[in-house]
């Protein structure tokens, strides 16, 4: 899709500049670290759970900054998708020439600032795409662009969500300066900031899990800060990436970590927290007051199927409970990567919370085969139930970096071989990552049990620690519905 910056900037023009709260000492100290960083002119790293406020802390820490740059200076932001590019483009203009803003006009801003990427359309805005000048201020850019950036001598590197991303790709923006520096054998300095989640690592083949830029980092910075630290590489087990944070928050000065999430409430967030951040991730709201904001209702469709799982999801977010667990014990996808039964539950609570909150649900789904049939279902059996709010279908490695008001998440296979594993198994991540982006209610479809289970299995089996998030988020979950905080739904029929 391609996205038209000339509409991105009018809207900033005509909005309020954006307001940000200094309350949080964890997001405080995330962009005092990142300002020293570049006045410094050395790294900075900060770890951002989801929906504690990255992109936000970097914004603001470059707003600290953006006046005292020489003409020599510039600041590098680069981001793994057009979108979060574009998000901070957004977020730029508004402060900038938005109501209330630093007092900039349209002028001003083209001057200072540059984008590239292939999915951006430049028109009535060409200056953006411009090579860089003396003006220049800031080059907001994916991580496969390559920028000529001349007569810069200290250049300020800001990778965000960085989750993913392999010290060769981040940089990849400041190889040709990094090369013209050395042809002109000319010196060249600046900083380097580094902000993601290493446990929101998916996609990530396991020969690369050793180059994550993160996890490089601070490993390399622990080898020559602690003696007894006499690892050969960077970790790539979950449990022991944790450790290594933990060391980082408790020996680095240039080390902070997000503990606050604005996204997930009370208890939603419970599970991940529980068994991803060592229960350290803590929620600003709860999941009563989101609901209260939302306008509950009982609107039904006059199908028997959906209107069962609106009844189901009505009384229970009356009750001020968000968490529903629809336990789906059969063995699933036996002949693949899709299953029926899931899927069909999974449009029926998605078009079911829709209705009954009026927003917009996310169904997260775990195979891209799962993908395209429920997309083709919906459009035909489903779509026209949908009488307020919206659904959308999607996968887990397509909502990484986004959020939904309500989130309805298939799991995939709770099993797996001993060589060929299944998406759970591969990557525990993935499990933190589907169960991270609501805002409000959540649905989980399937067999929490078995999941934790075999996670817990497995680490026997192979006298690690790899799956330990994943049981420890299955038993937190489990926990939850002993408790009553959750509702277990056992499907009819």
Request: proline share 4%.
């Amino acid at each position: 899709m391609i996205i038209e910056l000339k509409k991105i900037i009018e809207q900033s023009q005509s909005s309020e500049a954006p307001r940000l709260s200094t309350s949080d000492p964890s997001f405080n100290r995330a962009v005092k670290v990142m300002r020293e960083a570049v006045e410094g002119r050395h790294i900075s790293l900060v770890q951002g759970p989801p929906g504690t406020g990255k992109t936000a802390a970097i914004f603001e820490s470059i707003s600290y900054v953006l006046d005292l740059l020489g003409d020599d200076e510039i600041i590098l932001y680069v981001a793994p998708t057009h979108e979060l590019g574009v998000e901070f483009l957004r977020r730029f203009s508004s402060a900038a020439i938005g109501r209330g803003g630093w007092g900039y006009n349209l002028k001003d801003l083209l001057r200072m600032v540059r984008i590239y990427g292939s999915r951006y359309d430049y028109t009535h805005v060409d200056a953006l795409v411009k090579a860089p000048d003396k003006d220049t201020r800031i080059i907001i850019t994916t991580e496969y662009q390559r920028p000529f950036i001349k007569d810069k001598a200290y250049i300020h590197i800001v990778v965000d969500e960085a989750s993913r991303s392999l010290v060769h790709r981040a940089l990849t923006p400041a190889v040709r300066v990094f090369i013209d520096h050395v042809y002109r054998k000319r010196s060249i300095s600046g900083s380097l900031s580094i902000i993601g989640d290493p446990m929101q690592a998916i996609s990530v083949d396991v020969s690369e899990r050793f180059f994550l830029l993160m996890n490089t980092a601070v490993h390399a910075l622990r080898k020559y800060a602690d003696p007894s630290y006499n690892a050969n590489k960077p970790p790539a087990d979950p449990e022991r990436v944790k450790e290594l944070l933990n060391w980082a928050e408790t020996n680095l000065r240039e080390f902070a970590r997000l503990r606050y999430t604005y996204r997930l409430p009370d208890p939603i967030h419970s599970p991940i927290s529980h068994g991803f951040y060592d229960g350290a991730l803590n929620p600003i709201a709860t999941i009563s007051y989101r609901l209260r904001s939302m306008e509950i209702r009982d609107i039904r469709t006059g199908i028997s199927s959906i209107d069962e799982a609106i009844e189901e999801v009505y009384g229970i977010l009356s009750t001020d409970i968000g968490f529903i667990v629809v336990s789906h014990k059969r063995y699933a996808y036996e002949d693949g990567e899709y299953d029926a039964t899931r899927a069909k539950l999974g449009l029926e609570f998605g078009v079911a919370m829709a209705n009954v909150t009026g927003r917009r649900v996310s169904v997260v789904v775990p195979y891209r085969e799962m993908l395209s049939q429920m997309r083709l279902s919906y459009l035909h059996r489903f779509k026209s139930l949908v009488k307020r709010g919206d659904v959308e279908i999607t996968t887990i490695h397509r909502i990484l970096g986004g959020e939904a008001d309500a989130v309805v998440a298939i799991l995939g296979k709770e099993y797996t071989g001993k060589d060929d594993k299944t998406i759970y198994f591969k990557e525990p991540e993935t499990l933190n990552v589907q169960l991270s982006r609501s805002r409000g209610p959540i649905v989980v479809i399937g067999n929490i049990e078995r999941l934790g289970e075999k996670a817990k299995e497995m680490d026997q089996q192979e006298r690690t620690t790899r799956y330990k998030p994943i049981w420890l988020t299955c038993e937190r979950i489990e926990k939850l519905v002993k408790s009553g905080v959750a509702v277990e739904i056992k499907p009819r029929g």
